[in-house]
Nanobody, 121 residues
Framework: QVQLVESGGGLVQPGGSLRLSCAASGRPFDDYAMAWFRQAPGKERELVAA????????VYGRSFEGRSTISRDNPKNLLYLRMDSLKAEDTAVYYC??????????????WGRGTQVTVSW
């Protein structure tokens, strides 16, 4: 199975941008569709964005389309999430997730431990 480790979180001012990374190991990265989720305190986990194995298909959660970009670098086994125009409501733990399927789906068995993003002055 694949192991996933997120990085790039931290404190960001409102209106700022952030790029999160997820490093994958253990299995061929291009065997997996990947996604970013987030969970804020007291709220349900929600999908930020998902990407198919080749990076040619992407989907975004309703709150994130237009200010988020998901991408992947298969030779480097890396998944990225860039977020712009950050708001206080974007404060959450962001998780990288994977599914051993080429196409984007709804079920992700493999998860990283998450990286905290805090948007505040």
């Amino acid at each position: 199975q694949v192991q996933l480790v997120e990085s790039g979180g931290g404190l960001v001012q409102p209106g700022g941008s952030l790029r999160l990374s997820c490093a994958a190991s253990g299995r061929p990265f291009d065997d997996y569709a990947m996604a970013w989720f987030r969970q804020a305190p007291g709220k349900e986990r929600e999908l930020v964005a998902a990407i198919n194995w080749s990076g040619t298909k992407k989907v975004y959660g309703r709150s994130f389309e237009g200010r988020s970009t998901i991408s992947r670098d298969n030779p480097k086994n890396l998944l990225y999430l860039r977020m712009d125009s950050l708001k206080a409501e974007d404060t959450a733990v962001y998780y990288c997730a994977g599914a051993e399927t080429q196409n984007i789906g709804n079920h992700y068995p493999y998860w990283g431990r998450g990286t905290q993003v805090t948007v505040s002055w």
